[in-house]
């Protein structure tokens, strides 16, 4: 019978266990057979096992098993809802624990007893998990979302706490008073610990606010050389160009027509392309109001004409309001421009055209490049982990995919056509 309800006990947290990872980790996993297969033979039946040998020793099987799984799953987002998860099933068990303590001297029945210790557990865990899917959902919008040395730092933290908590915490206590010393220290650990992720996360987000700003400063005196640039050429084509009509004036006086002919296509012609060539292709951006969305775009195109990349730009009409968050319509737009100009650096005579069409219902983005003529499948190359670029690359137009199934007002289009690789990215004014 102890058998039985230890098993019993063990699915029952691990069910609360998976249950709060799938509450913080905000984006939708899709779940396979194999995978429910994997999680029930290869963790939960594995870890009740150990845990009728090992007792707590288990924990760390279930827990360094779940890093692996949801790695494989979710990457770094899976690894921090696994830590944290576990962060809060210690918390909140404590929490239960008290709460037995204080019902256990009332004439109950044992097994009432554990019903009730198990409802408040799984409530107090669940209300928890929320909050901090709601932390997730906030953290999501800011620049700290894609972060690797702050997730990698939070992590970190997340570990110390979890280690400090298997090992120095007793396995067993011996009287309430003991039971409140270690409430003191739990507590007192997790305020600390809170407090330390707080200064780290202000801290991180200073520096990355910090570091954006120096980046835009930048990309802006950059912008500012490069119309500088054009200028100054112009202005030089604007003062030769009369020497440039005296000397053609002499063959028109002679009506040498076919010295005309020969001096234009040696002098002028080459002149006319050099100067188009090494100007700024921005027709109409002028109409994009979205200064985060501008700032992204202009970047690029600085990118792609420091890599002699033939790029433009239109903007038909003008453009205040785009109805995404501008954090992942920036992430969206800076994979796929990045995307296309490294595609661009292995072929010849590469272009990139980017428009931005605004219709009563939509706006719609179309940025097409020249794609190489080994391009694999599109269902390929939107699978997670795959690269034509090499190893630990790719996660780029996964990363797009995700983001844009996740949203019910944007559709994105993928196609190859006449040799183009082409995005359409529509964004529909209502969220419905």
């Known amino acids: 019978m102890e058998i039985i309800d230890v098993i019993l006990i063990t699915f029952f947290q691990a069910f609360v266990f998976f249950a709060v990872i799938n509450i913080i980790i905000i984006e939708k996993i899709n779940y396979s057979f ?79 007893l554990f019903v009730i210790y198990s409802f408040v557990f799984a409530l107090i865990t ?23 040395i702050y997730f990698i730092v939070l992590i970190i933290c997340l570990l110390v706490f979890f280690l400090t908590m298997f090992f120095f915490l007793p396995d067993q206590v011996a009287n309430v008073a003991e039971f409140k010393m270690i409430g003191i220290f739990y507590f007192t650990f997790a305020a600390i610990f809170i407090a330390i992720l707080l200064l780290v996360t202000i801290t991180t987000s200073r520096e990355i606010k910090y570091r954006k700003s120096k980046q835009e400063i930048d990309d ?146 179309i940025i097409m490049n020249k794609a190489p003529e080994n391009l694999p499948k599109l269902h390929t190359l939107y699978r997670e982990g795959f690269s034509t670029k090499g190893k630990e690359r790719g996660l780029g137009l996964s990363t797009l995919k995700e983001i844009t199934d996740s949203k019910n007002n944007v559709f994105l289009e993928t196609t190859i056509e006449n040799h183009y690789f082409i995005q359409k990215l529509e964004i529909m004014n209502s969220n419905g």
């Open 220 to 365: 802006y005196y950059n912008y500012t050389l490069k119309i500088e640039e054009v200028n100054n050429r112009i202005r030089k084509f604007r003062h030769d160009y009369i020497n440039i009509l005296s000397t053609m004036s002499e063959y028109l006086r002679e009506d040498d027509l076919e010295g005309l002919k020969a001096y234009y296509a040696k002098h002028i012609s080459p002149l006319k392309d050099h100067f188009e060539a090494n100007s700024l292709k921005l027709n109409g951006v002028e109409n994009l109001k979205v200064k985060e969305i501008k700032g992204v775009i202009t970047t690029k195109i600085l990118q792609a004409q420091e890599r002699q990349i033939e790029i433009s730009v239109e903007v038909a009409d003008e453009i205040n309001e785009i109805n995404m968050e501008m954090i992942d319509l920036s992430r969206i737009l800076g994979i796929i421009m990045d995307n296309a100009i490294e595609a661009s650096m292995d072929i010849d005579s590469p272009m990139i055209q980017i428009a931005f069409i605004k219709t009563d219902t939509s706006v719609l983005i």
């Open 126 to 148: 669940f209300i928890t998990a929320l909050v901090v899917r709601l932390l997730m959902i906030k953290l999501k919008y800011t620049w700290l979302y894609g972060n690797k």
């Open 34 to 112: 194999w995978d429910c297969f994997s999680l029930l033979f290869g963790v939960v039946i594995p870890s009740t096992i150990l845990f009728i040998i090992y007792d707590r020793e288990s924990l760390l099987f279930l827990v360094i098993s779940s890093l692996v799984f949801f790695y494989y799953k979710k990457r770094i987002i899976g690894v921090i809802a696994v830590l944290s998860s576990v962060l809060i099933l210690v918390i909140c068990d404590f929490l239960a624990t008290w709460f037995y303590y204080l019902i256990n001297g009332l004439t109950i029945n044992s097994t009432v």
